[in-house]
């Protein structure tokens, strides 16, 4: 079983900004994807925030693109995200995910609370 676990979240300003850390319990340098949902306050569902990829180009949302910035570090088997000019409606649980292959992981969630 691999462990997920999130960091980073917290109480931040509008306009303010925030890096958050997933630290897996196995190697990185193989994951197929690594990135982040988010579930925003009354939301049923988790949506997507932020991916690397094995190979490829990181992807975004819409919703984040311009103002976020995910990013690897393969030796500490981390994944980061780095969130930029805040608004309220950015207020989430945000969740890692990784997947190998067919095999797909999540952690328990940080919260980040955007409120002046």
């Known amino acids: 079983q691999v462990q997920l676990v999130e960091s980073g979240g917290g109480l931040v300003q509008p306009g303010g900004s925030l890096r958050l850390s997933c630290a897996a319990s196995r190697s990185i340098e193989s994951v197929s994807a690594m990135g982040w949902y988010r579930q925003r306050p009354g939301g049923t569902q988790r949506e997507f925030v932020a991916q690397v990829t094995g190979g490829g180009p990181e992807a975004y949302s819409n919703r984040v693109e311009g103002r976020c910035t995910i990013s690897r570090d393969n030796a500490k088997n981390t994944v980061y995200l780095q969130l930029n000019s805040l608004d309220i409606e950015d207020t989430a649980v945000y969740y890692c995910?990784?997947?190998?292959?067919?095999?797909?992981?999540w952690g328990q969630g940080t919260q980040v609370t955007v409120s002046s």
């Open positions: 995910r990784a997947r190998w292959g067919g095999d797909i992981y």
